[in-house]
């Protein structure tokens, strides 16, 4: 039997309080419906699994009333365990409308997009079926992700901004993923292209394909944030989080999964896996910004406010605010470099607690670039004869053009 229609709010209230109080309940960190895209060859493999609505610490109420759809399916939740994921039925998605009732007539624009997703299922169960491509989602703890499904919604939660940059347990997710083929926003196994290849060469009917990747682009499921400019899809991956105001130029441009922006940047050259840059910085023509895989030895990067990153720079070391690093150097944690004792003070006039202290009989230090980290104001340049890197304080502000952000 399906639930009756609740008839208004009052009572939709009370069914929420009751499957609280029932069977191990506990809020969720984030839960969702997502549609699955699953193998061509292998059914059981997920491709994809793409969410119109997310939610991440917020509508516990549509998170009850989904439990309780559920356990009319005889389908019991276990709180016990990290995350939840099952199929969801056409039985489901009645007793879902059934529970949201109430506000039915009020679910358009932002307004209730929980019960404007089951509507629209319910439109599809009614036209076409919903087959086992519909799943419930739910994560309880942030452990590292068992499935495609808690994958994407992790995912999902950073590029919509939900969950701040490495925030989130991504461990072991290059296991979890399927390494695609990506035909515009089609995943397609490869398994299933390399045993269809001639007959889809010999009849025109090969597809384009953008990439193979374990990731999809962040424009195929994520609609940037206001004034963001992505001039070339390719170059954001699912995971990225982009600030309203961010520009991202072709080229060399790249920003990865669980890497972005705090506010509006430029960005012209890489930006790894892991790290954040902060409002107002440019991250020049070709730079590179190492994740924790590429030379940092694990260390996050973070760029302050208001730092130019010069063309074709590589910077492996935290910086602060209004930091600029010139074109072409490489400031690496191991880098040495040279600074004055002048120059030193007037470091420490911003950066009160920066160990170094400069000695009276010391004109210059030679120090690595990693014992300069998150500093503000400083100057990375090189002395073009001798080839030294010297550190200033900086000297020059850092302002992007409005106009372009």
Not at 124 to 146: C, H, R, T, W
Not at 296 to 309: A, E, M, Q
């Amino acid at each position: 039997m399906a639930i009756k229609p609740i008839e208004n709010e009052k009572a939709f209230k009370e069914l929420v309080e009751e499957v609280k109080k029932s069977g191990g309940y506990r809020d969720p960190i984030g839960f969702g419906i997502t549609k699955v895209d699953r193998g061509q060859l292998n059914d059981d493999k997920i491709l994809q699994a793409t969410y119109p609505v997310v939610n991440w610490k917020e509508n516990y109420g549509s998170a009850a009333a989904f439990i309780a759809a559920l356990r009319e399916c005889n389908i019991e939740v276990d709180f016990s365990k990290s995350e939840f994921v099952c199929d969801i039925k056409k039985k489901f998605v009645k007793n879902a409308l059934n529970i949201f009732n109430p506000y039915i007539e009020d679910a358009l624009g932002d307004k209730h997009r929980n019960v404007q997703v089951i509507k629209h299922l319910n439109y599809i169960a009614q036209s076409e079926g919903l087959d086992n491509n519909f799943k419930l989602v739910f994560i309880f703890d942030d452990a590292a992700p068992q499935s495609v499904e808690t994958t994407y919604l992790k995912l999902y939660a950073l590029s919509l901004g939900y969950a701040p940059l490495r925030s989130l347990n991504l461990s072991g997710i290059f296991g979890i993923l399927e390494n695609v083929a990506w035909s515009v926003n089609i995943p397609i196994e490869l398994d299933w292209l390399k045993a269809n290849e001639i007959e889809l060469k010999l009849e025109g009917a090969y597809p384009f394909i953008n990439s193979v990747d374990k990731f999809p682009r962040f424009l195929q499921h994520v609609i940037p944030a206001d004034k963001v400019r992505i001039l070339d899809a390719s170059k954001v991956r699912m995971g990225a989080q982009l600030a309203a105001g961010t520009a991202v130029m072709p080229g060399a441009s790249y920003i990865n999964f669980n890497a972005g922006t705090t506010g509006a940047v430029m960005v012209e050259g890489r930006i790894s896996s892991s790290v954040v840059v902060g409002e107002g910085s440019d991250v020049g023509g070709g730079a590179s910004i190492l994740g924790v895989l590429s030379g940092t030895n694990g260390n996050p990067v973070s760029i302050g406010k208001n730092t130019l990153l010069g063309a074709n720079s590589v910077t492996g070391i935290p910086l602060g605010d209004g930091c600029i690093v010139d074109a072409g150097l490489a400031i690496l944690e191991g880098t040495k470099v040279f600074i004055s004792k002048e120059q030193l003070n007037l470091i420490l006039e911003i950066n009160p607690d920066f160990k170094y202290k400069p000695s009276d009989d010391i004109k210059a230090y030679i120090i690595k670039a990693i014992e300069l980290s998150s500093l503000n104001g400083l100057h990375f340049r090189q002395e073009s004869q001798t080839g030294k890197i010297f550190v200033n304080r900086s000297n020059r502000k850092v302002v992007l053009n409005a106009a372009l952000h």
